[in-house]
């Protein structure tokens, strides 16, 4: 897939440019840091994939070194179990030759399973247990809402409300962390797809590779189960479904954009208003509107909006 490199810059002015802005957030970790931290693996992961694995870990390496000079040796190895996985799972997902859907579910699960393994290890090194470890995850993960909880000036009723959202936000810590890997290793892998293809990398043809994303039947089996689960339990039985089907709702978020993009396309309609429509519906009615969303994906799998209404195809050429 990839074509001949041209020649460019030597080894270490590569590496510290993959590297320099993971750099800058963590060592800024987290007054800035923490803001743009979701930005951080882009680099790294461009880097793996254009370069190659070994290119790739040598400056997820060289930031990890610097953040435990820096910050401390536990913020490193953090740093390391969280950006490796994740960059190879976009890199998956950049180069991948299967159908999109099945590169992203590896790719999530690959960055799943090594933070699962390394969460077990670690209770059975240091003798904490399972429970209060998770706690100490999550808790690190809503710092930045409890700071809000504290600095607000709401009223009793509000700040009720914060905390009932603070609340279930850790009990859906994992779907949540889930879900934003789906759109996360999507959109980078994505992303890193096109530049590969402008600088000469990929074919052309590689970039309309979103458009084959399609859910198999047996996914929406899943949906239904999970839907009754939710709607029927309570308790800790209901946190887990709905841990389940937050993921499941995102996947099939993003074939339901897919086939929104289409249609915008079929309308002919500007790219202003499609901004603004997205806009609105998620500033207006932000539940709504995801759930809107991920139900046109699960109706995509009978209806097949895409096939059912095709875009026009190019003009024929001019017959001599």
Request: net charge positive.
């Amino acid at each position: 897939m990839l074509k001949g490199r041209k020649r460019d810059a030597g080894l270490w002015p590569r590496l510290l440019g993959f590297a320099l802005f993971p750099l800058v957030v963590q060592l800024f970790e987290p007054s800035v840091g923490g803001i743009l931290m979701i930005l951080a693996p882009l680099p790294l992961s461009y880097g793996m994939t254009r370069r190659g694995i070994r290119e790739g870990l040598a400056a997820i390496l060289l930031v990890g070194i610097l953040t435990g000079l820096a910050v401390g040796l536990d913020q490193s190895v953090f740093f390391l179990l969280e950006t490796v996985p994740l960059c190879i799972g976009i890199r998956m997902v950049a180069l991948s030759k299967i159908p999109l859907y099945q590169s992203v579910c590896l790719a999530v699960g690959f960055v799943v399973a090594v933070a699962l393994t390394a969460f077990v290890l670690y209770g059975i090194g240091s003798g904490t247990g399972f429970g209060e470890l998770y706690s100490q995850i999550v808790g690190r993960a809503d710092l930045f809402m409890e700071g809000v909880v504290d600095n607000s000036s709401l009223g009793p009723e509000e700040t009720k409300q914060l905390l009932w959202m603070v609340e279930r936000f850790r009990s859906l810590f994992i779907g949540i962390e889930i879900a934003t890997l789906i759109f996360l290793i999507t959109f980078y892998g994505l992303l890193i797809r096109g530049w590969m293809a402008v600088a000469g990398l990929l074919g052309k043809e590689d970039l309309a590779f979103l458009s084959s994303w399609r859910l198999p039947f047996p996914f929406v089996l899943a949906f239904i189960l999970l839907s009754f689960s939710v709607i029927v339990t309570s308790g800790p039985p209901r946190d887990i479904a709905l841990n389940a089907f937050l993921p499941l709702g995102a996947l099939y978020g993003i074939q339901g954009v897919i086939v929104a993009g289409h249609m915008f396309s079929k309308w002919e309609l500007p790219s202003f208003f499609r901004a603004l429509f997205l806009a609105m519906g998620i500033l207006t009615f932000p539940m709504v509107f995801m759930i809107g969303i991920a139900l046109l994906g699960l109706f995509d799998t009978w209806i097949d909006f895409r096939r059912r209404w095709p875009l026009p195809g190019p003009p024929a050429p001019p017959t001599t």
